[in-house]
């Protein structure tokens, strides 16, 4: 495994565990980091969530407002020179992949509809 991809999973992991044992925003309790992109310089880290069952404004005004506090605390746990600038971005792929899966369900349905008649 390379250098960025090693950091990208330390610093999932850190974030992770910070919105289970240190966040204490009730906005965040159901959120799920699901993947980070950290760029070459290690300057900047995208950090990608998704979420169950709740107002995505506000757990994006939750994620805003605990930045800061994540990236101090990233740079004190994960060994870097710099501590990246993290940007939150939403993962739609839980979101794709249901959809895709109800699709893939309902032409089930009418397919043994047909074949019923």
Same mark, same amino acid.
């Given at each position: 495994?390379?250098?960025?991809?090693?950091?990208?999973?330390?610093?999932?992991?850190?974030?992770?565990?910070?919105?289970?044992?240190?966040?204490?925003?009730?906005?965040?309790?159901?959120?799920?980091?699901?993947?980070?992109?950290?760029?070459?310089?290690? @300057?900047?880290?995208?950090?990608?969530?998704?979420?169950?069952? @709740?107002?995505?404004?506000?757990?994006?005004?939750?994620?805003?407002?605990?930045?800061?506090?994540?990236?101090?605390?990233?740079? @004190? +746990? #994960?060994?870097?020179?710099?501590?990246?600038?993290?940007?939150?971005?939403?993962?739609?792929?839980?979101?794709?992949?249901? +959809?895709?899966? @109800?699709?893939?369900?309902?032409?089930?349905? +009418?397919?043994?509809?047909?074949? #019923?008649?």
């Amino acid at each position: 495994m390379d250098r960025i991809k090693r950091i990208n999973e330390m610093i999932k992991r850190e974030i992770s565990t910070m919105l289970i044992e240190e966040i204490r925003d009730p906005r965040l309790k159901f959120v799920t980091i699901t993947g980070v992109e950290t760029s070459k310089d290690l @300057q900047h880290a995208k950090v990608f969530y998704s979420f169950l069952g @709740q107002d995505r404004a506000g757990v994006e005004e939750a994620l805003e407002k605990a930045r800061g506090f994540v990236r101090r605390l990233v740079g @004190q +746990r #994960v060994v870097m020179r710099y501590t990246p600038e993290i940007q939150f971005y939403y993962d739609k792929t839980i979101e794709y992949s249901d +959809r895709i899966e @109800q699709t893939l369900e309902e032409i089930k349905r +009418r397919a043994a509809g047909e074949n #019923v008649g």
